[in-house]
């Protein structure tokens, strides 16, 4: 997949209604996609201006996937009606914030991938061999 290939993963499941006819509520972003190029990527790009960059190909290292994707879903209850007026100002304290910290970190799964423009080598860091165990003998 080249660089300026579009990655869609498969948009996950709406949630089961209540049991009562009731229907949940749609998703205001469609899928995890939709929610990264339409709200996140505009605030990734501001806060990208300094310090650790971010990775064009975010979609190839797992952790970054897993962590968007609590990304996605805590904007979508957070900015329900029923959470109130503070909840996008919570979505971006406890979880945005968070996220990103995490994802940028000097150990976070951008690491190792060079985003310069100097150096455009993509490299996702190998995973850890799993822990031998005091099973069987």
């Known amino acids: 997949m080249s660089a300026n290939e579009s990655w869609q993963p498969d948009p996950p499941e709406s949630p089961q209604g209540t049991g009562d ?3 949940p509520p749609p998703f205001f972003y469609a899928d995890l996609i939709s929610f990264y190029t339409q709200h996140l990527a505009p605030i ?10 971010w990775c064009p190909q975010w979609w190839r290292h797992p952790e970054a996937v897993a962590r968007l994707h609590g990304l996605w879903l805590a904007r979508q209850q957070l900015t329900a009606t029923e959470a109130g007026l503070v909840g996008a100002s919570t979505w971006h304290r406890d979880h945005l914030d968070q996220a990103l910290v995490h994802l940028r970190a000097p150990d976070g799964p951008f690491a190792a991938c060079t985003t310069s423009p100097a150096r455009p080598t993509h490299r996702v860091l190998a995973a850890p ?3 031998a165990t005091g099973g069987a003998r």
Do not use: K
Not at 46 to 52: E, L, N, P, T
């Open 21 to 23: 006819g009731e229907e």
């Open 44 to 53: 990734i790009r501001r806060r990208d201006g300094g310090g650790r960059g």
């Open 129 to 131: 061999a799993p822990a």
